[in-house]
């Protein structure tokens, strides 16, 4: 796992520890002390962690203007135990909806393992976006953790697209992808 790096092509556009709006706005990488880690596996140092023990994220881009954020996650995402979806909802997500954030990409494709516990802290977060136009997307999540997920009907809170080859595009070019293939669902 170590060798999973957060995405770093678009840093020459933006950089949480560099953003005062960002959550992470100062903090600092050691890019050569590995400390963290997922179920005894390092992880790369440029993960961030937000309260979690077993899940990490790094935010790609935040784009005030259009109103959108791009989170990476690493690990298991678990609420049944560390209650993860309190964690990012209180530490994370309520500091970009503060700063006029509406719509959330999260890109999941390194998240292994869900357990759900209830859905109350998707339920506020959907309707603090939805009351704003916005949305949340989850993004390339493995077909085991969809099954976990869909299992526990998250899916009526957050939009699960597949398969979208994000890293050969620019953030506002995937942005837009996203946003036109959710106008398409929307629509009759």
């Known amino acids: ?26 903090r ?7 400390t963290q880690t997922v179920y ?3 992880i790369h140092p440029q993960w ?16 005030y203007q259009e109103q959108y954020v791009i989170i990476e996650f690493i690990g298991e995402w678990n609420d049944a135990i560390e209650n993860d979806i ?19 990409i999260l890109i999941t ?18 309707d603090d976006v939805h009351e704003k136009g916005g949305w949340i997307v989850s993004l390339n999540m493995p077909k085991q953790t969809q099954h976990d997920f869909l299992k526990a009907q998250l899916d009526n809170y957050i939009e699960l697209i597949n398969f979208l080859p994000w890293r050969t595009m620019k953030p506002d070019v ?6 036109n293939i959710l106008l398409r669902r929307l629509s009759p």
């Open 86 to 104: 309190m964690r990012l909802k209180r530490d994370v997500i309520d500091e970009f909806l503060r700063e006029g954030i509406t719509k959330f």
């Open 174 to 179: 995937l942005f837009n992808q996203i946003d």
């Open 48 to 63: 961030d962690e937000f309260g979690s023990a077993t899940l990490y994220l790094k935010i790609l881009m935040a784009d």
């Open 109 to 126: 494709e390194n998240v292994l393992n869900f357990h759900s516990s209830d859905d109350s802290y998707y339920e506020e977060w959907r």
């Open 1 to 26: 796992m170590q060798d999973i790096e957060p995405y770093d092509n678009w840093q020459y556009l933006y950089t949480s520890e560099n953003d005062e709006r960002s959550p992470f706005y100062g």
């Open 28 to 34: 600092e990488h050691n890019e050569f002390a590995f």
């Open 40 to 42: 005894n596996y390092y």
